[in-house]
């Protein structure tokens, strides 16, 4: 398996071939990135203050002047959207990005040293999946209180799991690899060997999983402010949102569709740039 | 995949199926649905409406509230007279029997009374001290003496707390067993089945005094927590009743055509507790600075959507001595925020407790929390779990915290003795100490003059108002719903349903 050297050649393609035969990624890719500029304009492209409280308009249905609605405080539906967009993609980050390297460094080291390194962490994540997961995250935030930094401290504790695993899987392989046994004989350190000749290699499995895992992390971040632990109000993000319109979703659905729309979409994009990735890096799902 | 999905469907249809032939029933068989499911059938064990509103329909008292809530009038005592000097009460019980076809004695109501005063689990036992002693001279009469006069004492025989039990049934089954199922009981129904956590099935009780009056031949209680699918429900015929409709749905319920919206007066009275042992709260002028800051027609538009009332008393509009001319401040956020500043609380900070997942509460805090930023205060919302909430309430470990009181008794005395005149709960949680208000409670307990009496909570109301002991928020009523074939379904203002007069067509 030579993964870096196919990349390079599909790298040399021009983009706009790049982009037809990589549809998939580049959807995903063009998805995340309308969110990322809605995300970071958003004091610009906001219509109205999302927190702005404004009797007046309650409950309007979707029009020109609020085409997302407003809800029951009669505050814009649409600049809420757009606020909750720097929230969203915040969790989605921050949740990905401290499992990965905490899992990424435990999996490495668990499979390249193994006995009784390896037993150790693996009973570990043993007893982590043997709780439900969503659980556990509802017990840790508990102990820390609520808020959005329990919620990162409580992904980063829970998440790191399948990372490990799945990075010690690719290590276990590859540590017995010509290039590793190669590198062993002419006296490489162990942390050398690791880092430098075994992770490039063993990472793109877990650099697809992180984008399915963004996805899950998102909904269990909207989940988590759903039941009140996570975002608090009056800070609009679209858990927190959906949460709110329920009591209203007979009576005025643009409340929780719009936030929820958002959700799907998002996550969809995640998705899309996961399967597109892997496909591009050439791993099998 | 497709076989998982023909599993999947299957299954749900079969779901389906049992859930609707476990909410179909008999003709004659009222369902309702509510929020919670009861926690127990010992009357004084508990101080909660969703058992008390079911204790009135077992359990008959000697003296019952009527159904526009200001009267008393004969329950099991056919009548009753009061010796001058206040003292002595001398009730004379109807000739009625427990489910069981036992007599119903005056030596049961004696028990009944002496129990909730002297046993150890109940709550109750504070309002009943007054009870000197409780006699049974014969079968039919029943003699009670006071420690003092008590303006009060008739009402709180009301209280479906105090019902009539049958000595004989609950010492023959053990109090236990007797809160899981009560045998013979004295009101219009009989518990034939309780399944925790779900549902309470009450059977027609034959030998009810009034059996002729009672139209059902059962009544299920039914807990369905989600608002949204209680609602629909209903709107389904999976039930023919639900309490605890939401203020937002009402609109749209009224538009259905197979449905009835009983909007009934209630004593419900929500304010916002105020902890005066912390900080720059003990200063009366921050209290109410704190009070004109809160526009209070805002939330009765917003979270009540109009069917609220902005409060002004915490003796609630329609109750006995109500006093309607009562002051209310302003709403005026920069005159707060200059009483804040003399006061030396220019930069106050307060830590609001809310009860995760209710969603008027949260919706309260949401607005509070940006009325109260115009007065330049910061409030930051802690969202807890109902049950952790009150034993924070109690512990102190808050500033502010939305709460609500229904009344349970007719008279004035028990939620103003809670409120205001008691230390042992210290006030209703708020830590308010006013000791000219608390020996005004206590002398208007024993003014039987109603005039004197009158006046004197005239004061008690405009004193507690002017050193914001809480703050009154909006008084609301009870909305229920029901399918247009169910008659006579309504509840007075303490909350009783008087579902013997409940007919199903």
């Known amino acids: 398996m030579m993964p870096s050297a196919t990349n390079a050649t599909r790298m040399n393609l021009p983009w706009s071939r790049f982009l037809g035969r990589h549809l998939t990624l580049a959807t995903g890719a063009g998805i995340l990135g309308l969110f990322l500029m809605v995300a970071l304009t958003a004091p610009l492209i906001a219509p109205y203050d999302p927190i702005f409280q404004n009797a007046d308009v309650r409950l309007l249905p979707p029009a020109l002047a609020h085409p997302f609605g407003t809800d029951n405080f009669g505050r814009d539906i649409l600049s809420r959207v757009i606020w909750g967009a720097r929230i969203d993609l915040q969790i989605a980050v921050i949740g990905v990005v401290f499992p990965f390297l905490i899992g990424t460094f435990v999996g490495t080291v668990a499979g390249f040293f193994g006995g009784i390194v390896d037993a150790i962490f693996m009973r570990l994540v043993d007893i982590i999946l043997a709780f439900p997961f969503l659980v556990l995250m509802l017990s840790i935030i508990a102990i820390l209180g609520p808020g959005l930094s329990s919620f990162y401290i409580a992904m980063a504790l829970v998440g790191w799991v399948s990372y490990a695993r799945l990075i010690r899987a690719q290590i276990l392989v590859l540590k017995n690899s010509d290039y590793a046994l190669a590198a062993v004989s002419l006296g490489f350190s162990r942390t050398r060997i690791m880092f430098r000749h075994l992770l490039p290699n063993a990472i793109a499995g877990s650099l697809v999983f992180s984008m399915s895992d963004a996805v899950l992390v998102l909904l269990n971040g909207a989940a988590i402010s759903y039941l009140g632990l996570g975002v608090q109000p009056p800070v609009a993000e679209w858990g927190v949102m959906v949460a709110e319109g329920q009591s209203f979703i007979t009576t005025a659905w643009w409340i929780t569709l719009f936030p929820g729309l958002s959700i799907v979409v998002l996550a969809f994009g995640f998705s899309l740039l996961g399967d597109g990735l892997g496909e591009w890096l050439g791993v099998r799902e | ?505």
């Open chain 2, 1 to 505: 995949m497709k076989s998982k999905w023909k599993t999947m469907s299957m299954a749900t249809v079969l779901t389906m199926l049992m859930l609707g032939s476990t909410i179909a029933e008999a003709a004659g068989v009222l369902t309702i649905g509510r929020r919670e499911d009861s926690t127990t059938f010992d009357p004084i064990k508990s101080a909660q409406n969703v058992d008390n509103w079911v204790f009135s329909n077992v359990f008959d008292v000697l003296v019952r509230v009527d159904k526009t809530g200001t009267k008393l009038e004969p329950g099991l005592a056919e009548s009753w007279a009061v010796s001058g000097d206040g003292l002595t009460y001398t009730f004379k019980i109807r000739d009625a029997k427990f489910s069981d076809g036992s007599p119903i004695t005056a030596g049961d109501a004696a028990f009944s009374l002496l129990r909730i005063r002297d046993n150890e689990g109940s709550l109750w036992s504070d309002s009943y001290k007054i009870v000197e002693t409780a006699e049974a001279t014969d079968d039919r009469t029943l003699v009670v003496k006071l420690k003092t006069p008590s303006a009060p004492f008739l009402s709180t025989l009301a209280l479906p707390n105090v019902s009539v039990l049958s000595k004989k049934g609950l010492e023959e089954a053990g109090e236990e067993a007797f809160a899981e199922k009560p045998i013979a009981s004295s009101g219009a129904f009989t518990v034939k089945e309780w399944r925790r956590g779900d549902r309470v099935i009450l059977e027609k009780n034959p030998n009810f005094w009034q059996a002729d009056r009672v139209k059902l031949d059962g009544v299920e209680w039914i807990s369905v927590p989600d608002d949204n699918t209680r609602m629909l429900n209903v709107q389904a015929g999976e039930l023919d009743t639900a309490i605890f409709v939401p203020f937002s749905r009402v609109e749209e319920l009224k538009k259905d055509p197979n449905l009835e919206v009983h909007i009934d007066t209630s004593t419900r009275e929500d304010h916002l507790l105020i902890n005066h042992e912390h900080g720059a709260l003990a200063k009366k002028e921050v209290r109410q600075a704190l009070d004109m800051a809160i526009d209070k027609k805002a939330i009765v538009d917003t979270v009540t959507f109009g069917l609220g009332e902005v409060a002004n008393s915490y003796i609630p509009k329609g109750s006995l001595y109500h006093y309607a001319g009562n002051y209310q401040y302003p709403y005026d956020a920069a005159k707060a925020k200059a009483m804040l500043a003399d006061a030396g609380a220019s930069d106050l900070s307060l830590n609001y407790i809310v009860n995760a997942g209710n969603e008027v509460d949260e919706q309260i805090a949401v607005l509070l929390q940006q009325q109260l930023a115009k007065a330049g205060v910061t409030v930051n919302l802690q969202k807890v779990d109902a049950s952790q909430s009150w034993d924070m309430l109690v512990a102190g470990d808050y500033d502010i915290s939305v709460m609500y009181w229904t009344n349970d008794i007719l008279d004035p005395d028990q939620k103003t003795t809670f409120v205001l005149g008691h230390d042992t709960n210290m006030n209703y949680m708020t830590r308010y100490k006013n000791d000219k208000v608390k020996d005004m409670v206590a002398a208007a307990r024993l003014e039987l003059d109603p005039a004197k009496r009158e006046a004197m909570y005239v004061e008690i109301q405009k004193m507690a108002k002017d050193d914001v002991h809480w703050i009154d928020l909006y008084y609301s009523p009870y909305i229920n719903v029901s399918r247009k074939n169910i008659g006579n379904f309504y509840q007075n203002p303490l909350g009783r349903f008087f579902l013997e007069d409940t007919v199903k067509n």
